[in-house]
């Protein structure tokens, strides 16, 4: 199959559609890592380490099976950040 300017256009298009879809839901619908003692360590490590890797590393201490668990059908992903945005005052 012979590819053209149109056809990648269209990828082009079609990709950015999906992706604000996606950020526009995501920044809407999902709760934000409160700013409060229990999530501390997580923006101090943010601030220090200014990696999202670094900071998710702590979540499972406290969200687990066992201590706050995360609600049922909750994605299965496990970087935090790109879902539960930090508050943007403690940046
Ligand atoms: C020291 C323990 C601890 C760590 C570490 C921790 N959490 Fe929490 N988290 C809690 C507790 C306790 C609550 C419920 C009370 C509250 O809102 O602080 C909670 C609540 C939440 C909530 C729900 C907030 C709401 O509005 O209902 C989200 C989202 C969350 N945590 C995400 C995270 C993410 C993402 C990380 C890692 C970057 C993380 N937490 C690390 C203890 C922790
Ligand atoms: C793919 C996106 C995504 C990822 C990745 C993700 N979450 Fe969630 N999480 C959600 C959605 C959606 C909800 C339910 C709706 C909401 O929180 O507003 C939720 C709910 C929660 C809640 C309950 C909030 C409440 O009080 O209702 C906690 C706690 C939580 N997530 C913690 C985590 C932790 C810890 C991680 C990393 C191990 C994580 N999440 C990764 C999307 C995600």
Redesign the pocket.
């Known amino acids: 199959m012979k590819i053209d300017a149109k056809d990648l256009l269209f990828v082009a298009l079609a990709g950015l559609v999906l992706a604000g879809v996606f950020f526009v839901s ?1 920044e809407e ?3 934000r890592v409160p700013y409060d003692a229990a999530h501390r360590t997580t923006y101090d490590v943010l601030k220090k380490s200014g990696s999202r890797q670094e900071a ?1 590393r702590g ?2 201490t406290c ?1 687990n099976e066992t201590a ?1 668990p ?2 049922a059908g ?2 299965p ?4 950040l ?3 945005k930090i508050e943007r005052a403690a940046r």
């Open positions: 995501g619908t999902t709760k998710e979540c499972g969200h706050n995360l609600p909750h994605p992903e496990n970087r935090c790109f879902c539960h």
